[in-house]
């Protein structure tokens, strides 16, 4: 079975900084998708960025990009120039038809 | 719709209560999810529809909970004879195809059993 893994529960980052949190997956699937969603204190899910497992290319979304290693199974999310509104719950998901999602990391933004 | 949307968007229910939970997709999506996520924790895989079928139905927790979907749109989420630990937030996604796309979440429904 699929499963996602987020190692950091928590993390914090100056304002300003750069910080990277990291995800790992495991499947025997060659086709799927992976997602980071933000969700803030208010519960909405927020799509920050997504990848085509096909694609060989980083996917970047202004200030957020990832560093995917398929062979690795690894999906790890850069946030550059952090900003307070950043401060939220981050999690990484994978998809192939069941969407699974890590158990989220807590990201703190200080001032 | 332009987004997915669910209602109620809060619920105070009594223990022993049934409840429905209803998410309407965004138009055109063919699979649609339900999640439960408990305070302070991850998100709980409950089901998944493609169309009006549900593959998946292996995270329901017990015979309490029931889903259908109608017309390859809404669905409802059925929890019978609430139970305090079924108090959550119960999101609801939907995504043009179960094996491509972004999925795309509401912004769920509280539910609090008393």
């Known amino acids: 079975a699929q499963t996602v893994t987020q190692s950091q529960p928590e993390m914090s980052v100056q304002e300003a900084e750069t910080v990277t949190l990291s995800c790992t997956y495991d499947?025997?699937?060659?086709?799927?998708?992976l997602f980071w969603y933000k969700q803030p204190p208010s519960r909405q899910m927020i799509l920050v960025i997504r990848?085509?497992?096909?694609?060989?290319q980083n996917a970047t979304e202004n200030r957020f990009s990832v560093n995917f290693q398929k062979a690795a199974k690894s999906f790890s999310l850069k946030i550059s120039d952090s900003q307070l509104g950043d401060a939220a719950m981050y999690f990484c998901?994978?998809?192939?038809?069941?969407?699974?999602f890590g158990k989220g990391t807590r990201l703190h933004i200080l001032p | 719709g332009a987004g997915v949307s669910q209602s109620p968007s809060n619920k105070v229910t009594e223990k022993g209560k049934d409840v429905e939970l209803r998410c309407d997709p965004i138009?055109?999506?063919?699979?649609l999810y339900w999640y439960r996520q408990s305070l302070g924790q991850g998100l709980e895989f409950l089901i998944y529809?493609?169309?009006?079928?549900?593959?998946?139905k292996s995270g329901l927790p017990s015979d309490r909970f029931s889903a259908e979907r109608t017309g390859g749109s809404v669905s409802t989420l059925t929890i019978q004879r609430t139970q305090q630990e079924d108090s959550a937030v119960y999101l609801c996604?939907?995504?043009?195809?179960?094996?491509?796309?972004?999925?795309?979440f509401g912004e769920g429904s509280w539910l609090t059993v008393v």
């Open positions: 996604a939907s995504s043009i195809d179960p094996r491509k796309g972004t999925i795309y």
């Open positions: 499947t025997s699937e060659s086709d799927y998708y």
């Open positions: 990848q085509e497992a096909y694609k060989q």
């Open positions: 998901a994978y998809k192939d038809d069941k969407i699974i």
């Open positions: 138009s055109g999506h063919t699979a």
């Open positions: 529809f493609q169309g009006n079928s549900a593959p998946d």
